[in-house]
């Protein structure tokens, strides 16, 4: 993809969610590290439901190594994996009051070295707890970025990030984050992308072949093999 049709995937995704925005509820930084950590293979809405109540009961690091790992895990258990993200989470407060003052630090690279942080994670919070142009790569942007052409199917989702860090404006980057978001959640779903009504279908193969009917949904490929087997 070139620089001016990413001009236009820009402009029309701004003109479709011109409020996109971070969906996970927090107040400061710690909150927003935390939700981010419960959000790894886990619907915003649900983490939004534990955070409810969760962060009424723990405020600051402190809070989270003085309780039991078995209450915390109790504590967010509708969350998926939600033991391995108890203990990094402990793991991660210790870290944060053992050197960073009880502080989420505002450097990339020392988030990343926090336990349950990765990129994708470190990405969030320095573009929306600190101001600091990232471009957080997660499902939806993954699958916007190669159904549009932006990055190719095997890309990996660093890949896709550096295609997106290249072609758009360094000072666009996080609001593109959040508007592929709103775009992939809200309109180019994973399942039922709403090709027939998208304004950039003229640019986009993959809607071009799901309006003709030939992408097949991963139900009719495996049915297809079955009947090419039992031939
Ligand atoms: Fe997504 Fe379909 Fe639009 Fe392509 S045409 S971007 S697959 S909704």
């Keep these: 993809m070139n620089a001016a049709t990413m001009r236009r995937v820009l402009d029309t995704i701004a003109e479709m969610f011109p409020d996109a925005r971070c969906e996970l509820n927090h107040s400061n930084p710690f909150e927003l590290l935390i939700a ?77 070295r926090l336990p349950g942080v990765g990129r994708k994670t470190a990405n969030v919070v320095v573009s929306n707890a600190f101001g600091v142009p990232a471009i957080a790569v997660d499902t939806h942007v993954e699958r916007v970025a190669k159904r549009l052409g932006i990055a190719g199917p095997d890309a990996s989702p660093l890949d896709v990030e550096r295609r997106l860090m290249k072609l758009v404006p360094r000072g666009e980057w996080t609001m593109t984050h959040h508007r592929l978001i709103f775009f992939g959640r809200y309109h180019c779903k994973a399942k039922n992308p709403a090709c027939d009504v998208c304004p950039l279908i003229d640019l986009c193969k993959e809607g071009k072949a799901r309006m003709k009917g030939t992408v097949r949904g991963k139900k009719d490929e495996k049915a297809r093999k079955e009947a090419h087997l039992t031939k």
């Design 36 to 112: 981010v950590i419960l959000s790894a293979q886990c619907t915003d809405e649900t983490v939004n439901k534990v955070t409810a109540t969760l962060f009424k009961k723990y405020r600051t690091p402190e809070d989270y190594l003085s309780v039991t790992q078995e209450e915390l895990e109790n504590d967010i258990r509708r969350i998926g994996l939600y033991r391995n993200k108890a203990a990094n989470i402990r793991k991660m407060c210790a870290i944060l009051l053992e050197k960073h003052g009880g502080k989420v630090p505002e450097d990339w690279e020392e988030l990343v």
